[in-house]
């Protein structure tokens, strides 16, 4: 079979934009599909509307040649071989996955189809979904023998996903037909082979020539239940982690060490130990509630996953708690915040845990001096600036005259500060590290109150400066 295989992407998010790009860049033909005329618009122009690394040249490499944007549906079902659904699939009100996007576009699908087509699940659906879409498209009158659904789950993380679509861990193709696998093999096999790591230009990553990725067939079923439960483990993981680093503080031990002592284990690695104020994101806490909701229908106890979720919930209020140790009262209180995203190198805001404790300051009476290197845009958009908040244009305009600062979310930048410029800056040396970013022995020599995630808080009295807090 050509590798070079006409594809669909339904959908222009972080999913479907990352796919769109990257089955470009290992030499396929790519439409994408988005129903907002305005997003469109925008990535024919070259925006990229997300932050995320190598994504802004593959953009400019291929827009409007192997990748081509438009809200044509029923043009791009017609032109291609295989079409990528890649819409969301927000949490409902219950719990479970809104599958409403996917139904109506498996149903727009339909009425386009007139020769064989493998219809892809790219979106994080439930188990059955595949069922589901098969259903739809023949009730709207398809023959079967007209197509093929197949689950192909993402594992991407933000920030990084570029490098993750290219450098996969592991492909998963859950196929119930031989033709319909034989077309996803196809797709992948620039990775599976190891062709395309011999492209001059190619993007580096773990895989290489030598070491390709591993394509994983398997039915639909299990390829559904993969990605759920590959999602609700390592939510698994941190809630762990966070839950032993309560019990370090309890005791003055120390997390990270106790984290390195557990990661040296091969079975358990050291992946995803890192305590912290919780996971966020878009695929964390809506994945665990959904796969919770699937097995109850099922009628399968897997209330494990709701302590996972009281877990992640009580790591913000632990937080919170830790800034009132620190400064006593909070009310009138002002604090500089670094990070809004759910995590670094990203400008996602959904579920995410700073976004939390920045309304629950404010809610505490406290003044907030927030930036964030790439989110501080999408956050004003639901939070906007007022009288207990404004957007600084960088850590020492947020740290200018602050009682203490916070560190929310883990970019690379917030662990290379200037401590001893951040020392003169800051009203009071204090820092209140919720990812962990600094040796509390090197913030002790800079002359900071430190107080991180399990770990034994580090406190320097400084003559003239006033009180650095005490612990509660």
């Known amino acids: 079979m050509s590798q070079n295989i006409s594809i669909a992407v339904v959908g222009s998010g972080y999913v479907g934009l990352v796919a769109a790009v990257c089955f470009a860049e290992m030499g396929h033909q790519v439409i994408c599909v988005d129903n907002d005329e305005r997003k469109v618009a925008a990535l024919r122009g070259g925006d990229t509307l997300i932050h995320e690394n190598y994504l802004p040249e593959l953009l400019e490499r291929y827009r409007n040649t192997r990748v081509r944007f438009t809200t044509d549906l029923a043009e791009a079902t017609r032109e291609c071989e295989a079409i990528f659904i890649a819409v969301g699939t927000p949490q409902s009100e219950t719990g479970d996955a809104d599958l409403s996007y996917v139904e109506a576009v498996a149903c727009e699908i339909a009425r386009s189809l007139t020769s064989y087509k493998v219809i892809v699940e790219k979106s994080t659906v439930p188990v059955y979904t595949n069922e589901w879409i098969r259903r739809a498209i023949e009730r709207n009158g398809v023959a079967r023998e007209l197509f093929d659904v197949v689950s192909n789950p993402e594992f991407l993380r933000e920030g990084t996903a570029v490098a993750d679509f290219l450098h996969p861990d592991r492909i998963v193709v859950g196929a119930d037909s031989e033709r319909a696998a034989a077309v996803l093999n196809g797709i992948y096999a620039p990775l599976t082979t190891g062709s395309y790591y011999k492209q001059e230009g ?27 439960a590959s999602n609700a483990f390592l939510a698994v993981k941190i809630s762990f982690i966070n839950a032993v680093s309560n019990l370090c503080e309890a005791t003055d031990a120390n997390v990270e060490q106790v984290a390195r002592g557990i990661g040296l284990d091969s079975r358990i690695g050291p992946k995803f130990l890192r305590p912290g104020i919780g996971y966020g994101g878009s695929c964390f806490p809506k994945d665990v509630a959904a796969f919770r909701s699937v097995a109850e229908q099922m009628g399968i106890d897997f209330s494990l996953l709701n302590e996972v979720e009281k877990i992640n919930a009580s790591q913000k209020k632990r937080f919170l708690n830790k800034v009132r140790s620190a400064l006593w009262t909070l009310r009138g209180k002002r604090l500089a915040v670094l990070g809004l995203a759910f995590k670094g190198e990203t400008d996602d805001i959904r579920e995410s845990p700073a976004i939390d404790l920045v309304e629950m300051l404010i809610g505490e009476g406290c003044s907030i001096a927030a930036f964030d290197p790439a989110a501080m845009k999408r956050t004003e958009q639901e939070l906007p600036a007022g009288p207990q908040l404004r957007y600084a244009t960088d850590v020492f305009d947020a740290a200018n005259d602050a009682d203490a600062l916070l560190i929310l979310t883990d970019w690379v930048e917030f662990g290379q500060i200037d401590l001893d410029r951040l020392n003169t800056t800051l009203r009071y040396p204090i820092v209140i590290d919720g990812r962990n970013l600094y040796d509390p022995a090197v913030m002790i020599q800079h002359g900071f109150t430190y107080l991180s995630v399990g770990r034994p808080a580090a406190y320097h009295i400084k003559h003239g400066r006033g009180p650095a807090g005490s612990q509660g």
């Open 202 to 228: 190619h993007i580096a990553g773990v895989c290489s020539v030598d070491a390709p990725p591993p394509l994983l067939n398997t039915s639909t079923k299990s390829a559904e239940i993969i990605k759920h």
